[in-house]
């Protein structure tokens, strides 16, 4: 089962991180075809967020077609998406040692997260990110600071 995590910082409303997180959860495998999300008191409980803002990312998830909610019983996953390497796939190991590269280099997770989307948007077209995820992130450090960053030169 999915467990949420909200980051009240992020400037990203609460209901579109948790449906950020159920997209990711399905790309990466970790939600199946007709696993059950956790109820919305399952979710206040462990984040204390208001119910109707759980209520709100679960419509959304429906309306996408990606969970079905069955009345007294709960919210089932419909469909999965993606094909996102498994946790034990080579991509994810390569992916997790550049991570820590990058950690060691001093950078923080706002510079890694501008340095992987720069990456991301350079391999793919801006019509490629499906749902549009990326772009409601915006970069908080620029491009040019974070790859001098990573290469060791000071800002």
Do not use: C
């Not at 019983?73 to 990058?102: M, N, Q, Y």
């Not at 772009?135 to 001098?148: A, F, L, N, Q, V």
């Amino acid at each position: 089962m999915v467990e949420y995590r909200i980051d009240r910082r992020s400037g990203v409303a609460t209901y579109v991180q948790i449906v950020q997180q159920t997209k990711q959860a399905l790309r990466l495998g970790h939600l199946q075809p007709g696993d059950r999300l956790p109820t919305a008191r399952e979710v206040v409980e462990a984040t204390a967020i208001n119910p109707n803002t759980v209520l709100k990312a679960y419509r959304e998830l429906e309306r996408e077609g990606l969970v079905e909610a069955q009345r007294g019983l709960g919210t089932f996953v419909k469909r999965s998406l993606g094909t996102a390497p498994a946790a034990e796939s080579p991509l994810h190991g390569e992916l997790a040692d550049w991570a820590a590269r990058a950690r060691a280099a001093g950078l923080d997770r706002d510079d890694v997260a501008a340095l992987f989307t720069a990456v991301l948007e350079s391999h793919f077209e801006s019509g490629d990110f499906g749902s549009g995820d990326i772009e409601k992130h915006p970069e908080k450090h620029s491009r040019k600071h974070t790859e001098k960053h990573l290469q060791g030169e000071s800002s």
